[in-house]
């Protein structure tokens, strides 16, 4: 009994001193938020490409979506894509209804699409590609995002500039007011606005193909990696 009586005092007292730590006030701080930025041109693509067939027959548009997209496959890898560079990431079969009559049972043709991620690990080859699929049945292109495959280096070099950033600021504000920059008191990361960005030249992107002077159409541009930190210090 005397046990159960010490313990439950002990658990007291603990809360007691949890309760008064969490009242301490805390001491004076300055709290800025750092922005480091690298810019760097990229070093490979992602495409989003696809091919869509309009049937009589659900078993065609099948065969003939199947038989394009196998077609694809082995143009790619003639280019030098890798079996890990390519992926189908959407498939669908449906039925198309049209016509006057009201509450048609039977469709009138049958759609099929397939969609595959590509990447492309030499940009030199990019417009060369891009030019060849469009003759092996490619008739959608959704999507090209240009990135940098060694992109954590550059996160850790855009972590720098920041965490240098939020420093700087607050020496400025601190050295305004007469007052002395202390250690760190927390820390926060964040992306800044999720990561890796395309900064683009131009964007041409209603033909892969090469123009009458025989440049590329599409410009990379740049890959701007970005990252935002959030630092307090103690003001001495």
Do not use: H
Not at 198 to 213: F, G, I, L, R, T
């Amino acid at each position: 009994m005397k046990k159960t009586k010490l313990l439950t005092v002990l658990f007291l007292m603990f809360l007691a001193v949890q309760a008064q730590a969490q009242q301490l006030p805390l001491p004076p701080l300055v709290s800025v938020t750092g922005t480091g930025e690298v810019r760097v041109p990229p070093t490979e693509v992602i495409v989003n490409l696809g091919v869509e067939t309009r049937e009589p027959t659900l078993e065609a548009a099948r065969t003939q979506t199947d038989k394009k997209a196998a077609a694809i496959i082995r143009y790619l890898k003639k280019q030098g894509l890798e079996d890990r560079d390519i992926q189908t990431s959407y498939v669908t079969l449906q039925p198309i209804y049209s016509g006057p009559e009201y509450g048609r049972i039977n469709p009138s043709a049958y759609l099929a699409q397939k969609t595959m991620t590509i990447k492309i690990r030499k940009l030199n080859k990019f417009d060369e590609v891009l030019a060849g699929i469009y003759e092996v049945g490619v008739n959608q292109i959704n999507g090209i995002n240009f990135q940098v495959a060694d992109v954590e280096k550059f996160k850790a070099e855009a972590r720098k500039r920041a965490v240098a950033d939020a420093k700087q600021k607050a020496v400025a504000l601190t050295s305004e007011l007469g007052s002395k920059l202390g250690r760190v008191y927390s820390i926060q990361e964040s992306d800044g606005g999720g990561g890796p960005r395309p900064m683009y030249k131009m964007a041409m992107m209603e033909s892969a193909a090469y123009d009458a002077s025989g440049g590329p159409t599409i410009a990379a541009g740049e890959v701007v990696v970005t990252t935002n930190v959030s630092v307090s210090f103690i003001i001495e």
